[in-house]
């Protein structure tokens, strides 16, 4: 059997993180890489091991050996490269946010309709194993009826007024930072599980560092200042470190969730918890192997993750024994897995049900972003509303 053969736009954190968990697959293979100039791409393709290197995406999606494309680019470019990659007759997967605007997400999913491809959107928290397990208890009542969820996305990454990075620059990252870049996992990972949809919101947003300290270098992702000898030049800045939002979803339950990426001590704290008639589940995803059961009548429980204990339909996603823990690098394999199994066995995207988040799920999320940014300027509860492409309406 001939391997998938996939392009990879983007090399900077996120990009090299889709190619290890694609090489875990073995029937898929990346085959070349795009960068901002020859030079670049030429250099990451040699440390990535990738044969081809493209200085231009528009020769890389003209290459016909390539059947897909990642886009792993920053935000400002999400939309014109995925309606690129589209209308090259190529498969996509992109990052969140699928585009900085609901009107772009929502033609790129009526593109996507159109032109038959398999598109998707890397929102890889749904994709842990004990996620998937608590989303058959909720599917199944184990806990009974949904009563209220609430939860947090917390970081610290941008807690010191010399962290800076692309993502601060509205121009680039978007409007919104810590909504529609952390925000939109919780979101997307709340809704998964309880299969209920946020219908309404009241944010509350603020900038909790309004002028930071750029160094004139570049500066990565996550990454960390270490020469004190570094130049800095004073950036104001309008995008939000902060966030509490309380929703209302679509069957009148209530929630609320607050995102920081200003938080100390927080590396990558995604959790949630979801109070039920009959008990509570809370889940960490940086103690991902765990889920917190609680009950009023009897001892509360931890659930480990094992594939022993769990339903028939989370089992597909565990892939280790008990006490052989799996995390976020497994959660992301298992996006590809799931992504790329349903083009290995010629799924029709607009018929057969994915098992990963789609260009739905994006414009949906960029919808709700929206609608939080809305809420925060106006001050009121504002309705989510994502309208479906009913006609193609290009944006040029």
């Known amino acids: 059997m001939d391997k998938i053969k996939v392009g990879i736009i983007g090399t900077g954190f996120i990009g090299p993180t889709h190619i290890e968990a694609i090489r875990r697959l073995g029937f898929v293979e990346v085959i070349a890489v795009a960068e901002s100039s020859q030079e670049t791409a030429e250099r990451k393709a040699k440390e990535l091991g990738v044969s081809k290197a493209y200085g231009n995406y528009h020769e890389m999606l003209a290459d016909p050996d390539i059947q897909v494309v990642h886009n792993c680019t920053p935000n400002h470019l999400h939309f014109s490269i995925n309606k690129a990659i589209i209308l090259a007759g190529k498969h996509v997967l992109s990052e ?18 159109k032109y038959k491809v398999v598109h998707g959107v890397n929102f890889n928290y749904r994709q842990y194993s004990i996620v998937q397990q608590l989303r058959t208890m909720m599917r199944d ?6 009563n209220l ?12 007024e010399k962290d800076y990075n692309w993502r601060l620059a509205p121009e680039v990252g978007g ?15 709340v809704q998964h599980i309880t299969g209920k949809k946020i219908v309404k919101v009241f944010a509350d947003l603020a900038t909790v560092i309004p002028v930071r300290k750029k160094a004139r270098g570049n500066s990565s992702t996550f990454g960390t200042l ?20 309380l929703l209302h979803f679509e069957d009148g339950t209530r929630g609320a969730f607050t995102v920081s990426q200003v938080s100390a001590g927080h590396k990558n704290k995604l959790s949630f918890e979801v109070n039920c008639s009959h008990g509570s589940a809370y889940w960490n995803q940086e103690e991902p192997e765990k889920l917190w059961i609680g009950h009023r009548d009897k001892a509360n429980e931890i659930l480990l993750a094992d594939p022993s204990l769990y339903s028939q339909d989370a089992k597909a996603f565990i892939h280790h024994p008990a006490g052989h823990n799996e995390g976020w690098p497994d959660a992301l394999k298992n996006m590809m897995l799931n992504f790329y199994t349903f083009i290995l066995e010629g799924k029709d995207p607009l018929r057969d049900r994915a098992t990963f988040a789609t260009f739905e799920d994006g414009h949906l999320s960029m919808c709700i972003t929206e609608a939080i940014m809305e809420s925060n300027e106006i001050g009121s509860w504002v309705t989510v509303t994502p309208e479906p492409p009913k006609e193609l309406e290009l944006l040029g």
Do not use: M
Not at 141 to 146: A, E, H, N
Not at 149 to 160: A, K, R, T, V
Not at 230 to 243: C, G, L, P, R
């Open 226 to 245: 270490t020469n004190e000898n570094d130049e800095f030049e004073d950036v104001k800045i309008s995008t939000e470190d902060y966030a509490t939002v």
């Open 175 to 189: 409007k919104s930072r810590a909504v529609a870049d952390i925000g939109s996992h919780w979101c997307d990972t």
């Open 141 to 146: 009542q184990v806990l009974g009826k949904v």
């Open 96 to 113: 969140k946010p699928l585009a900085t605007s609901a009107k772009e997400s929502k033609e790129l999913l009526a593109l996507a309709k």
């Open 149 to 160: 969820i609430h939860g947090s996305y917390l970081q610290d990454w941008l807690l010191y």
